[in-house]
């Protein structure tokens, strides 16, 4: 079955960095396209950025050259480098595969990013 386990959150000052990693199984990574979503408290989840199955990436404008997000096919994983974190990236961080056929959308349990001081 599809699993998708988030790592690499937790508790950073403004202007630090974190990396996030998501292994995923059950599904041909190759060939998936992959997002990352986010949820802050009492606000509606949020898309972050996109990979598609070349690589290409696509990011919500107010990560926008400060998110780096990449995928390593030959370990099934997916990772968001994050930059100069504010306090308004602070929520909880979720890996996205969408399956086309059976139509399904999968999601991992979520990682905890909080930027303070």
């Known amino acids: 079955q599809v699993q998708l386990v988030e790592s690499g959150g937790g508790l950073v000052q403004p202007g630090g960095s974190l990396r996030l990693s998501c292994a995923t199984s059950g599904i041909l990574f190759s060939f998936a396209a992959m997002n990352w979503y986010r949820q802050a408290p009492g606000k509606q989840r949020e898309l972050v950025s996109t990979?598609?199955?070349?690589?290409?990436?696509n990011y919500a404008e107010s990560v926008k050259g400060r998110f780096t997000m990449s995928r390593d096919n030959a370990k099934n994983m997916l990772y968001l480098q994050m930059n100069s974190l504010k306090p308004e990236d602070t929520a909880v961080y979720y890996c996205n595969y969408n399956r086309t056929w059976p139509r399904a959308s999968f999601w991992g349990q979520g990682t905890q990013v909080t930027v303070s001081s």
């Open positions: 990979i598609t199955i070349e690589g290409s990436t």
